[in-house]
């Protein structure tokens, strides 16, 4: 959970009355997020053991009460004081929740800005914007503004690589804007950390600055963003000054004050749905500040393509409301509560998803709650957000306990259950288990092992070749671990397993659009590498697996063996199995293993009545070794555990 700090004084003045600690802490927990902690600069540098601060430095620091206070995840409306006070104020009945107003652009040329399409594309392609007018800032609103802009970069911008804000004085630059991206060395400018020196870089030069030096420490993790593309987005003005170079720094000469009246916000992003969240929360927090309150100009974005014509244009910000239902039934059976319809659309107002109206058609299960929910609430995607958001209104401390009116036990589901207790066992028998990716390369999964390519389900954007179809096989997984342990000693055997699932094509059981064709299938799979291959050491160990699972071996696989004297432990009944030699081009799996050397497991069973193929286990093909690198003798078994359940 995101943590924002805001000092006590100026939360209280925000909110416009004043609580002790322990009434606030309340207040948190009635509203739904939790006061963390309460502390002050001064306290907070005496405790810190990675900062070390001199006296003179600890007495100069400020003992202003801070509160700590934890929000939800996905509540982008609380990371600053604005968002918090409002809200709270909301919940209060002390104010009632803002309009959101778009109003008309002033300046046609500040309200444009053109993407070249063909170059951003390749980069970061998408870009939102907004215009606040007549803002008032001083120094803690300019600080909000920042900080708000910190706390959404580290969150629903994932440090970011999804969307990058950049903010500007507006009167500063001229319009209309461009988004561009361009070459490194021909992209020079001041860049905002510079300013007093009014040093310029190109975008090369700064990419390494900010990598090294140590002033600069705070934009590194950033670099890698972009740094090795062949092309840097920029965000320029008419006359090709350089506002941005995101999603690393703003320009020196745009650069916010407090004596900054017009605002220009801009969103680089991968993702046009977050940038849009990010800049309409951005816009609700602050435009409370402009002469107009809760009021923005729009800014119309346009897509150009290389012969400089309009492909596609869109008008930013949307700052939407839309409507939401759920059924008054479902949100009172789901809280454990008993509201009728009106009391309950008139709670949706301390939570800000008022306006609510009780449909006039009602649904199967009755009255249907209609709830507005604002362009901050991006968090409501479901009936449930909307009982959750009503729960609090309601208050938890009042809804009554009551005795469940169905009593039952909870448990492992069998199959995870088997998979426990075989994870013991075969780490009894001196495996060592290991979890490996569940994606891999084609080669890998397929043409490594000696198996021919057959239908996969694959990724359609892979971050690179490793990670290009979801495993069918646990072998692979075993045998890079295996080459990436040479170190290891294999005089007396390394011996490695591991369970887990492997995703296969199912086209038989589709049964609705919802469902892609493709199913997990639980597996073991085990591994010997040694001076010797091992072949005794896994077939022992596939006959230990299904004596743990209750299978009897057959009469004919039991004289086979020249054990005439066989004592069987308690088996379940009709339960068979029994092993065949696995013939070369009998199976696609065949081809891993050593021609003479390897063996099919069958099982009989009461839901199927016939043989069935569960698993293969064998000696590896010198050529499966030579394409994972491995320089012992292996032996592998991997089979299907869900059937021996």
């Not at 002033?106 to 063909?118: A, G, L, N, R, Y």
């Not at 070459?183 to 090369?204: M, Q, S, W, Y």
């Not at 591994?527 to 596939?542: C, D, K, N």
Request: glycine share 6%; charged share 25%; proline share 5%.
């Amino acid at each position: 959970m995101p943590t924002v700090s805001v000092e006590r004084a100026a939360l209280f003045a925000h909110i416009g009355r004043t609580f002790t600690d322990e009434e606030f802490d309340e207040l948190c927990f009635e509203f739904g997020v939790e006061l963390d902690e309460i502390t002050s600069e001064r306290e907070e540098a005496t405790k810190s053991s990675t900062v070390k601060l001199n006296k003179q430095q600890i007495a100069a620091l400020s003992e202003e009460v801070i509160y700590k206070i934890d929000v939800p995840a996905n509540r982008y409306d609380l990371l600053c004081i604005e968002g918090i006070c409002r809200s709270l104020r909301v919940f209060l009945g002390e104010m009632e929740a803002p309009t959101y107003e778009i109003l008309k652009a002033t300046d046609e040329k500040s309200s444009t800005m053109t993407v070249i399409q063909s170059s951003t594309a390749t980069i970061r392609p998408f870009v939102v914007c907004a215009i606040l007018r007549d803002v008032t800032f001083d120094t803690a609103r300019y600080k909000s503004f920042i900080e708000l802009q910190d706390q959404l970069h580290r969150n629903l911008c994932r440090q970011r690589t999804l969307v990058a804000i950049g903010t500007h004085d507006l009167d500063s630059v001229k319009g209309p804007f461009v988004y561009d991206a361009r070459a490194p060395k021909d992209i020079k400018f001041v860049p905002l950390t510079h300013t007093d020196e009014e040093r310029e870089f190109n975008g090369a030069s700064l990419m390494e600055h900010y990598e090294t030096d140590a002033s600069c420490k705070h934009l590194k993790p950033y670099v890698p963003i972009i740094k090795d593309s062949p092309l840097y987005p920029v965000v320029l003005d008419s006359e090709e000054t350089i506002l941005s170079l995101p999603p690393i720094i703003n320009g020196s000469k745009s650069r916010i004050t407090l004596n900054t009246k017009s605002v220009f916000i801009e969103c680089t992003a991968t993702d046009l749905t977050k940038a849009n969240i990010v800049l309409d929360t951005v816009v609700a927090m602050f435009s409370e500040y402009a002469a107009t309150p809760f009021s923005v100009e729009p800014v119309t974005v346009s897509y150009v393509n290389d012969a400089n014509k309009v492909v596609k244009s869109y008008v930013t910000p949307q700052m939407y409301t839309r409507k939401e239902t759920a059924s008054v039934k479902f949100v009172n059976s789901l809280i454990g509560i008993d509201v009728d319809p009106e009391p309950m659309a008139q709670l949706c107002n301390k939570i800000q998803l008022g306006p609510a109206r009780i449909l006039p058609e009602a649904g199967e299960d009755g009255p249907i709650l209609e709830v507005t929910v604002p362009p901050t609430r991006s968090d409501i995607l479901h009936a449930v957000d909307i009982a959750e958001d009503i729960g609090i209104s309601y208050g938890y401390n009042n809804i009554v306990k009551t005795v469940p009116q169905t009593c039952t036990v909870g448990g492992e589901q069998p199959l995870n259950q088997l998979g426990d207790l075989l994870r013991e066992e075969i780490g009894r028998a001196g495996y060592v288990e290991v979890l490996t990716h569940g994606l891999c390369s084609i080669n890998d999964n397929f043409t490594a092992l000696g198996r021919p390519i057959t239908e996969a389900v694959s990724l359609s954007n892979p971050a690179n070749v490793e990670y290009q179809v979801v495993r069918t096989t646990l072998l692979p997984g075993l045998l890079k671990t295996l080459q990436h342990n040479k170190s290891m000693s294999f005089t007396g055997g390394f011996k490695l397993f591991e369970i887990s699932d492997v995703v296969l094509p199912d086209k038989e059981h589709v049964v609705t659009e919802t469902v892609v064709g493709a199913k997990n299938a639980r597996r073991v799979c085990a591994t010997y590498a040694g001076p010797t291959s091992g072949f005794e050491i896994i077939h022992g160990l596939v006959d230990r697996i299904m004596t743990l699972c209750e299978v009897a071996p057959e009469e004919e696989y039991v004289s086979s063996s020249g054990n005439k004297t066989n004592k069987l432990v308690h088996c379940k009944e009709g339960w068979f199995y029994t092993i065949r030699e696995l013939k070369q081009g009998a199976s696609d799996y065949a081809g891993t293993y050593f021609p003479g050397r390897a063996a099919e497991i069958l099982l009989t069973s009461p839901n199927g009545g016939e043989r069935v193929v569960i698993g293969t286990f064998g000696i590896l093909h010198p050529e499966v070794l030579a394409n994972f690198d491995i320089n012992y003798p292996t032996s592998a078994v991997e089979l299907d555990l869900e059937a021996l359940l």
